[in-house]
């Protein structure tokens, strides 16, 4: 049975890593549960598993996106935590649900709970640096997280590509926060220090304000572009580009901490880049071109500029 | 520089090694405390032999199993001297104010 798992584990790495490596893994894996039980064995599976899906998505520790992805967790788990706890608690200030109504069922309001409650049990993981727990915690906290969004519209009454719209900006930026946890490497996470507090601090706040805004709930509808015009987003919008973009002459250089600030602020900035690029097609429908022309323009830029610094380091 | 690093430059400061003594030398040094695992190890590796910090040394079959010794370059023994500089400066600073009498209304308790 084991030695079928971990014919799978490696199976799962890249062919020319299997060929090299993969009897070598093997050995190590031996070695290592030799005389472990089931459990330990089943979590040094996963981990190989993990290894080789990771070099299988050009995510593996010694890529560029996965080093920025590790100094950006602390902060997606702070938005993460914000996006899942924080803000459904702030809507329920403004507008209490309708628990006991028969014609609001409850299962998406649970299940909305349980990814507030994991997603916050996830921030206190990844701030006490207790980095496995974290990443055990979020696949779950995503299958909660899309239980809920996919109950909560089944009913809308709205057209479906409001449905749709809507569905993507309550999930979109919390699934990318979890994405970015999940392709932080765990040898590039450390313990706990001032760095990862900070960030997961900065993280809850982005989060509460542009989650906010995107789901019309809480106090910060003031922003939302479809009611009061354009501007605000744009304000939200410009700082979070002029960060992408300033990100390429660090990249080069190969600073890689403003790449980790771009990555874990890009949800942010897809939120505001949906809202302002719908409020310019229903407005003005050249304009809207605007908007997703400059992200794309800076996503490739930033996609040229991480594989031309990369290019010598892989091996 | 990451405590997974940090450990892993340490185990092959003395000697190169292979992988499952790497995982045996990083639970030894960390006195138990950081148990890496294997597809863990060799993210770190891969990425310690792409920075230059590492590289492999000799290949063997031991009992019919592959093997890889790992060890050192000479930027990595740089890099692992300069952070236990670093490591040892802050550890001396701070047992010298611990041994320093409290200062009163220098803190809010």
């Not at chain 1, 599976?45 to 299988?56: I, N, P, Q, S, T």
């Not at chain 1, 449905?163 to 490497?185: K, N, T």
């Not at chain 1, 809207?288 to 930033?302: D, E, I, N, Q, R």
């Amino acid at each position: 049975m084991t030695q079928r798992a971990l014919r799978l584990a490696l199976g799962i790495h890249p062919a020319g890593y299997r060929r090299e490596m993969g009897a070598e893994l093997a050995a190590v894996f031996a070695d290592s549960t030799a005389g472990a039980g089931r459990w330990a064995t089943g979590r040094e599976l996963l981990d190989l598993a993990a290894h080789g899906l990771r070099l299988r998505l050009g995510l593996g520790s010694h890529g560029l996106i996965a080093r920025a992805a590790g100094l950006a967790a602390p902060f997606a788990a702070g938005a993460l935590a914000s996006g899942l706890a924080v803000d459904p608690l702030l809507r329920d200030l403004i507008r209490p649900r309708p628990y006991s109504d028969p014609l609001h069922p409850t299962a998406p309001y649970l299940l909305e709970l349980i990814a507030a409650v994991l997603a916050a049990l996830t921030a206190l993981a990844a701030v006490r640096g207790r980095w496995t727990a974290t990443r055990l915690l979020v696949p779950p906290a995503m299958l909660a997280l899309l239980g809920a969004t996919v109950l909560l519209l089944q009913d809308d009454p709205g057209p479906w590509k409001q449905v749709v719209f809507y569905g993507a900006l309550y999930c979109g930026p919390r699934a990318l926060w979890m994405l970015i946890l999940l392709a932080a490497p765990r040898d590039l996470l450390g313990p706990s220090n001032r760095w990862s507090a900070l960030s997961a601090v900065c993280g809850l706040l982005v989060g509460v304000v542009l989650l906010c805004v995107s789901t019309h709930s809480a106090p910060l509808r003031s922003l939302e572009p479809f009611l009061y015009g354009p501007a605000p987003l744009l304000a939200l919008l410009t700082p979070v580009l002029t960060l992408m973009v300033a990100t390429l002459p660090g990249l080069l250089r190969g600073h890689l901490r403003l790449a980790a600030v771009a990555l874990a602020a890009s949800p942010a900035g897809a939120v505001a880049l949906t809202y302002l690029t719908a409020y310019l097609w229903v407005t003005t429908r050249l304009l809207a071109l605007l908007p997703p022309a400059a992200a794309a323009a800076t996503g490739v830029a930033l996609a040229l500029a991480g594989r031309r610094r990369l290019q010598p380091a892989q091996h | 520089m990451q405590e997974p690093t940090l450990l892993l430059l340490t185990a092959l400061a003395d000697a190169p090694r292979h992988g499952y003594a790497l995982l045996q030398e990083v639970a030894t040094i960390s006195g138990g405390r950081v148990k890496m695992r294997t597809g863990t190890l060799y993210g770190a590796l891969d990425r310690l032999l792409g920075q230059g910090l590492i590289h492999v040394v000799g290949e063997e079959i031991v009992d019919g199993r592959a093997r890889r010794t790992y060890a050192l370059t000479h930027s990595g023994r740089e890099i692992l001297t300069a952070e236990a500089e670093r490591l040892r400066t802050v550890a001396a600073e701070a047992e010298r104010r611990l041994s320093m009498p409290r200062l009163r209304g220098a803190y809010s308790t």
